[in-house]
């Protein structure tokens, strides 16, 4: 029935579609949100063919059943990628571990920054561990001092602590977490610092070229 389709019935557990709807008249709505009031369900399919789009039943218990211009194969697809999307939030978050010594040098603390920096981006929670070996272990209460101060970091990189530090054997633990509000400020701030360094960088081009048309028309 449609121009561009043909029939279309209904998915498995979907609304009814073009030529499976069964009624008389029916309460018509535009995907515009333009309402055609009640109309007699030829006029509808009339209306639908003109516009190249589908019939759903979106109401079909009301009086008369309401009924909504739509494109259905448009409209599915954008179901399944909200799915998806719903899928893809909802999956099992992952635990990371990253592990440091109590004599952990700058360069490497920094790499080790950085990764916890990417697993939480990508939503993932992150084991923290300090582990002591041999004559370390005379030093914990340092140890734990320095702990503390990593977690810091880790906590302004966008991170929340899920469990507080804890000892178990000749380790420290601390489990953490994703600070959505803090990481989504932070990807927000990163997009307008790289919009405005592309209008910079246009300004600084356009500043060039017509610095250069000048000295051109100087040497002419």
Known sequence: MRGRGGKKGRGPAGPKVNGAIRCTECRLQGDDGT?????????????ADDQGLDLVEVSPNAKPPVIKLIDYGRFKYDQQ????????????????????????????????????TKFLEQGDKIKMVMQFRGREMAYREAGMEKFKGIIEMVVKLGAIVESAPKSMGNRFICIMAPDKKVLNQKAKDQKRLEKLEALEAAEAGETSEATAGVENQADS
Not at 35 to 47: D, L, N, W
Not at 88 to 106: G, M, S, W, Y
């Open 81 to 116: 990628k909200r799915a998806n999307e719903q899928k893809k939030k909802t999956a099992a978050v992952q635990l990371k571990e990253i592990q440091f010594r109590p004599n952990i040098e700058a360069g490497d603390l920094g790499t080790k920054l950085t990764r916890a």
């Open 35 to 47: 309402a055609y009031g009640v109309v007699s369900f030829a006029e509808a399919r009339r209306i």
